[in-house]
């Protein structure tokens, strides 16, 4: 990992208004350090409710992803035996998890943080593949993640109106980045598993319509015989349950999040019609999608 473009420690914890929680995603705290060998660690002063101890650790109420750039240290967590995290990993936090972290004495390290949360962020956590058993990301010399880190710096240093936005929309493009590292670093030794992950993408970005999976086998290129029995393999479902599963999970978070109605929602999430989604709807839920909208709310 290149050395840090920063030179100075930076810690920033944000004001949360009304405006940022309705947006869905807002961030509570942004932050660089350095660390030198043997210096005390954590080396600036948090909020009572962020103090870090070796001894004690700590438990947080919302999502961290903690970028490692220069140096080494070790990190633990109730579900995770302490390991040992090198310059070009990042690696995440969750809330109510306890965790602790340090940088080696004898090398230091160089991190900078972002803490975020958020309706919208809490069901992208939930159906992304980071979770607190297995926490680490490897960054390795990125370029665009430091770019990315450094440009949220900038806006809230700079604090212009309508910032927060902003960051928050940059943390979410960081979040895809470290998703898209996550998913293919799975495959690094497997072809097949690759282009697998490449369809599970493809799938994802087309929530908004139905998907021909004979002509998206032969885009990876895969026989359609081939494809369907290693994407099962791999994810545990037939390429349609899942694209299925992708869009009734989009239709739940338009009925909890928005005020779109059913026929909206039917168009939005590619079903040919109000009956057959209510009809697909209820055999998965067990509930009619109006039923789980006055659920959800009440």
């Not at 050395?3 to 509570?28: A, F, H, P, Q, R």
């Not at 967590?77 to 302490?82: C, D, G, S």
């Not at 993640?145 to 927060?164: C, F, P, Q, T």
């Not at 079903?271 to 039923?291: C, E, N, R």
Request: glycine share 6%; aromatic share 14%.
């Amino acid at each position: 990992m290149k050395k840090s473009i920063m030179t100075n420690n930076y810690i920033k914890y944000l004001t949360v208004g009304k405006t940022e929680e309705d947006w869905g995603m807002y961030l509570t705290t942004v932050g660089y350090s350095k660390v030198e060998p043997n210096q005390q660690y954590p080396n600036e002063p948090h909020p009572d409710s962020h103090k870090l101890t070796w001894n004690r650790g700590r438990i947080l109420n919302d999502y961290y992803v903690i970028f490692i750039t220069k140096g080494k240290g070790i990190f633990e967590a109730e579900n995770l035996h302490p390991t040992e995290v090198t310059a070009g990993q990042c690696f995440f936090l969750f809330p109510g998890v306890w965790h602790r972290y340090k940088p080696d004495s004898k090398s230091g390290w160089e991190e900078y943080w972002l803490g975020f949360n958020g309706y919208y962020i809490q069901q992208l956590m939930k159906n992304l593949s980071f979770n607190s058993a297995k926490p680490f990301v490897d960054i390795k010399s990125n370029k665009e993640v430091i770019e990315l880190l450094l440009r949220i710096s900038d806006r809230v240093k700079i604090a212009n109106l309508g910032y927060h936005q902003q960051i928050a929309g940059i943390t979410l493009q960081l979040l895809g980045i470290l998703h898209t590292i996550s998913k293919f670093k799975v495959y690094d030794n497997d072809p097949v598993g690759r282009l697998i992950a490449k369809a599970e993408f493809i799938l994802q970005e087309s929530h908004e319509k139905q998907v021909d999976v004979e002509n998206l086998a032969g885009q990876l290129p895969m026989s359609y015989s081939a494809f369907r029995k290693a994407f099962k393999r791999i994810t545990g479902f037939s390429p349609n349950q899942y694209h299925l599963n992708l869009r009734l999970s989009r239709a739940r978070d338009l009925l909890i999040n928005t005020n779109l109605n059913i026929s909206e929602i039917t168009y939005q999430t590619g079903f040919d019609s109000v009956f057959y989604f209510s009809k697909v709807f209820k055999k998965k839920t067990g509930i009619s999608p109006m039923a789980y909208r006055k659920q959800a709310i009440t």
